[in-house]
């Protein structure tokens, strides 16, 4: 910690002085200023005199104001406050009602001193990242993106063209892509823009519907056609009639169907199963798949004439591994809808967290991300999403170690063996190792990082030059804020150049 810097201030409220006495002592230990407060309304007013302190622990059974209503008190006027409950009694009560209120994390009486530190340590990293994460400011307006497909890379401008191209007329398109890239999203766009926008939209998903009833579905039956037709049915195609009908995962499609599918297309009309009547439609289709239907029609599982008669426009959905530019916007849509919804109440992600969902491949694609986004938003204690709060897998892969909400692995740095508290650690940040300070002080030079990270990884098997140009890729976006050709800039390269450092496992 730089000599200029002030120390981390943690407050403890606990009515029972010997408590605070022993606590004062292990946290005085890392040079950490310590101020203690014997009652809840003691320690509620000094947080709102101000200013509020990098970390607080607070007891929950005292005199007066309960912990808990002292932590509800505190988060009240200092949202960002970080709260360490702590309780002699261990129970699913107490478990739930602290992180219900707010609380980063509860520990138990008598402490562990290597653990407290341990624990206090995680705090107060994730108190520098919330500092780092700053107020929030949108950078995006979720009504500029109403049809719910986000983000500004020059593969998804094509995609917009092309969406625009065929809004003009009746063309049949194909979207295809992985699994959760948001090709209905792009088939809903299509015909919101169309003249067909006043007329219905019916999405069928050809995957969820056992063959021996897709064709009920989409062409309607006549009473009696089959065990269980008890009645007259109108199918999607004459329920659509005027509008457009969505045949998502076409490729699924057995192919009696896929025959009836072709007639519609050929001559506007159906039969209902079990009736004889030619019914006109007028119905456009727009179709999607992540199957390789080139491959199928070669291999007589799709009929070719009915791939050609779909197939006349495509719009391929890249996958979001190719365009991690557009990470931070998608994040952010989705924490503005959450809001919006008010099934959370998180307005951002911190940047480190950010770094960490750069760095992950998304196999899911945006449908994944979206999970993720809302899975951190109601485990996070805050108004921003930590790294501490996205899911294991997806700290695992980025290298970041240690369950979401709780104290890293001992032992801690600044303990000595047996779980003492050293007499001398350092606060986070701090150092005793020269080549550490010259890496991390004012006087920072290329020279002496490199020497850190020979010192500190050198030794390991794994090559170190792709790790380096992976991590520098992953910092320049980030610190580009997800523009894809600033942090190309920064780094000297082109942007397909730092693509592909992003794409390296």
């Known amino acids: ?59 929950v059974r005292m005199g007066g104001m309960s912990g808990l209503e002292a932590l509800q008190h505190i988060r009240a006027a200092s949202p960002r406050q970080l709260v360490i409950l702590m309780t002699a009694f261990g129970t699913a009560q107490t478990a739930i009602e ?64 092309i969406i625009g191209q065929v809004t003009a007329s009746d063309v049949t398109v194909m979207i295809t ?10 088939a809903r766009s299509i015909w919101k823009h169309s003249h067909r926008a006043g007329k219905p939209f019916i999405a069928v998903n050809c995957a969820a519907i056992p063959d021996n009833l897709i064709e ?34 076409v490729g699924d499609m057995a192919l009696a169907t896929q025959t009836k599918i ?12 079990g009736g004889t009547e030619t019914i006109k439609v007028d119905v456009r289709i727009l179709a999607a798949t992540n ?43 989705c924490l503005q809808n959450l809001v919006k919804q008010r099934k959370a109440r998180v307005a951002k992600v911190a940047p480190e967290a950010m770094a960490v969902l750069a760095r992950h491949n998304w196999p899911g694609n945006v449908r994944e991300l979206e999970n993720v986004i809302y899975r951190s938003a109601v485990i996070t204690q805050g108004d921003t999403i930590l790294p501490k709060d996205l899911p294991v897998e997806i700290r695992e892969a980025a290298g970041v170690p240690g369950p979401a909400g709780s104290a890293p692995p001992f032992e801690p740095t600044g303990t000595a063996r047996g779980g003492q508290p050293a007499a001398a650690s350092a606060p986070p940040g701090a150092t005793d190792s020269p080549v550490l300070a010259a890496a991390t002080g004012p006087a920072l030079t290329v020279e002496a990082a490199l020497d850190f990270v020979f010192t ?50």
């Open 1 to 59: 910690m730089p000599a200029s810097a002030k120390p981390p201030t943690i407050l403890v409220v606990d009515d029972d002085a010997e408590i605070r006495y022993s606590l004062n002592r292990v946290l005085s230990s890392r040079a950490w200023r310590v101020v203690e407060a014997a009652s809840g309304e003691q320690g509620v007013a000094l947080v709102k005199k101000g200013p509020p302190p990098d970390l607080v622990f607070l007891d």
């Open 98 to 161: 602290a992180m219900k209120f707010g609380a980063f994390d509860y520990v138990m009486k008598p402490f562990d001193p290597a653990k407290v530190l341990a624990l206090a340590d995680h705090a107060l990293r994730a108190h520098a990242e919330l500092r780092a994460a700053g107020d929030y400011k949108p950078t995006i307006n979720a009504d500029d993106y109403r049809e719910g497909i986000v983000g500004s890379s020059p593969v998804m401008q094509e995609v917009f063209k």
């Open 177 to 186: 892509g992985e699994s959760g890239t948001g090709k209905e999203l792009v």
């Open 216 to 249: 009920s579905e989409l062409f309607g039956h006549e009473k009696g056609s089959f065990t269980g037709a008890t009645g007259q049915r109108l199918g999607k195609f004459e329920l659509c009639d005027g509008g457009t009908i969505f045949l998502d995962e």
């Open 262 to 273: 072709l007639r519609v297309l050929q001559a506007g009309e159906i039969q209902r199963v």
């Open 291 to 333: 199957k390789d239907l080139e491959v199928m029609v070669r291999t007589k599982t799709f009929r070719e004439d009915l791939y050609y008669r779909l197939n006349v426009v495509r719009i391929k959905m890249p996958p979001l591994r190719e365009r991690p530019e557009d990470i931070p916007s998608i994040v952010e849509f």
């Open 456 to 505: 500190q990884l050198g030794s390991g098997d794994a090559p170190l030059l792709p790790r380096i140009e992976r991590e520098l890729a992953t910092r320049a976006l980030q610190s580009a804020a997800g523009d894809a050709t600033k942090a190309a800039k920064l780094l000297g390269l082109t942007k397909p150049a730092l693509q592909k450092l992003l794409k390296q496992g």
